[in-house]
């Protein structure tokens, strides 16, 4: 079965506090595609990253990076130096590289940023 | 600019009736998504197409239709078979790296 965890249901931190969100996902395939978005409280989910099964490196960006790896299934998100606005509803999403391109999405991390 | 516009943003449904929610693109996307999000439970699939007068059930789609017609558009109607339609619905499109475009979301609330 397809699956995502984010265990994680609701972090708070204080301003400029790093913060790591958690994603460990399930999947037959050796092909497929894992993904970040953010939901504001406007409500739209905005795309961060994806990363595909075949490149296990790093990313960073800005003041976000991401750290996935293979051997523990797992797709974890760090902010570093965490502000106000990235207060926000996160979501770890899983697709395919072929068939039918669902995206299987985790319940959600809620970050609070506390000024 | 290019974009999923969803409408209407609010959208209130008395008991038993059916509603249509829209869903346009302008990304020239062939996929396209209508998810449902309730509180504590994240996204669950409704119903998707991948091309035009083609498209699939999700996890979820007792209650619900779709049509696709045009590429630009995949609307969903939410019937009176739906039991509990009160939620937040988001509308995607598939990009070129396979990633997930949303629309701002429709909250429909059942009065």
């Known amino acids: 079965a397809q699956k995502v965890t984010q265990a994680q249901t609701e972090i708070s931190v204080v301003e400029k506090e790093d913060v790591t969100l958690d994603c460990v996902y399930e999947t037959r395939d050796t092909t497929y595609y894992l993904f970040w978005y953010k939901q504001p409280p406007s409500g739209e989910l905005v795309f961060l990253i994806r990363r595909n099964s075949f490149d296990e490196q790093n990313e960073i960006s800005g003041r976000y990076s991401w750290n996935f790896q293979k051997s523990t299934s797992s797709f974890n998100f760090t902010i570093t130096a965490s502000q106000v606005v990235d207060s926000a509803v996160y979501f770890c999403?899983?697709?395919?590289?072929?068939?039918?391109?669902?995206?299987?999405f985790g319940t959600g991390t809620r970050l609070k940023v506390l000024a | 600019d290019g974009g999923i516009t969803q409408s209407p943003k609010y959208l209130f449904r008395k008991e038993g009736q059916n509603v249509t929610l829209s869903c346009e693109q302008n990304?020239?996307?062939?996929?396209m998504y209508w998810y449902r999000q309730d509180p504590g439970q994240g996204l669950r699939l409704i119903y998707y197409?991948?091309?035009?007068?083609?498209?699939q059930k999700g996890d979820i789609a007792e209650g619900y239709s779709v049509s696709r017609e045009k590429k630009e558009s995949f609307p969903l109607t939410v019937t009176s078979a739906q039991k509990n339609p009160t939620a937040f619905y988001l509308c995607a499109s598939r990009g070129r790296i396979n990633e997930a475009f949303f629309g701002q979301g429709t909250r429909l609330t059942v009065v």
């Open positions: 999403a899983l697709s395919y590289l072929a068939g039918t391109y669902k995206y299987i």
């Open positions: 197409s991948q091309i035009v007068n083609d498209f």
């Open positions: 990304l020239n996307h062939d996929a």
